[in-house]
């Protein structure tokens, strides 16, 4: 069974920094992984996502995220930080070699951008 | 594409009472999730359809909740004599395909007093 860890309950930067949000995953198979974005009282929404390829995947408001195989992670990046990023993020994972299976997620962390 | 919808968006009940609540994926999309979401944790997976099979249900699901999707299109999700740990948000997502993203509704809030 697939399952995914984030170490980190709540990260905290500076605006202007570079943020990482730490994401590792466990999988039988190949790795489908996903990261989301959930903004106080509002649904999850779809920031980025690895199937295959380039192992540096770029998504929405400028984030970007590295997968890496032999570590097992799927770090979550943004080269400076906005305010706005203050938000709690959710890593996911799916078994990409096995139909059927489900979307598995981290418990979340909580990113705090100061001013 | 109007979104997954959910409905109702709140709901209060009384311990033991039933519930349900209904999720309309956005069209074509054969895979469904339901997920349950307590304050600051992550959704945590309760089960998932491809149409109109349920594939897959978390072993920590109570024999209290019960999905449906019927003929593939809108799901339900039926939760009996709820007890108070049930109270949380309840999440329905769908997907066209394994390799793209699950696209989420707002959710029911689900009280139980």
């Known amino acids: 069974a697939q399952s995914v860890a984030q170490p980190e309950d709540q990260v905290n930067v500076a605006e202007g920094n570079p943020l990482t949000v730490k994401c590792t995953y466990s999988v039988s198979g190949n790795p489908y992984l996903f990261w989301y974005v959930q903004y106080p009282n509002r649904g999850l929404q779809f920031l980025l996502k690895?199937?295959?390829?380039?192992?540096l995947v770029k998504g929405s408001y400028g984030f970007e995220a590295e997968f890496n195989k032999s570590q097992t992670s799927f770090h979550l990046k943004k080269p400076s930080a906005l305010v706005s990023d203050s938000a709690l993020y959710f890593c996911?994972?799916?078994?990409?070699?096995?139909?059927?299976?489900?979307?598995?997620f981290g418990k979340g962390t909580t990113l705090s951008v100061s001013s | 594409d109007t979104g997954v919808s959910q409905n109702p968006r709140h709901k209060i009940t009384k311990r033991g009472q039933n519930v349900t609540f209904r999720c309309d994926p956005i069209?074509?999309?054969?895979?469904l999730y339901w997920y349950r979401q307590t304050l600051g944790q992550g959704p945590e997976f309760l089960t998932y359809?491809?149409?109109?099979?349920?594939?897959?249900k978390s072993r920590l699901l109570s024999d209290r909740f019960s999905a449906e999707r019927p003929k593939g299109s809108f799901s339900t999700l039926e939760i009996q004599r709820t007890e108070q740990g049930d109270s949380a948000m309840y999440l329905c997502?769908?997907?066209?395909?394994?390799?793209?993203?699950?696209?989420f509704g707002q959710g029911t809030r689900l009280t139980v007093v």
């Open positions: 359809f491809q149409n109109e099979a349920q594939l897959e």
């Open positions: 997502a769908s997907s066209p395909l394994d390799y793209r993203e699950a696209f």
């Open positions: 690895y199937i295959t390829g380039d192992n």
């Open positions: 996911a994972v799916r078994d990409g070699d096995q139909a059927g299976t489900a979307l598995i």
């Open positions: 069209s074509e999309h054969n895979r």
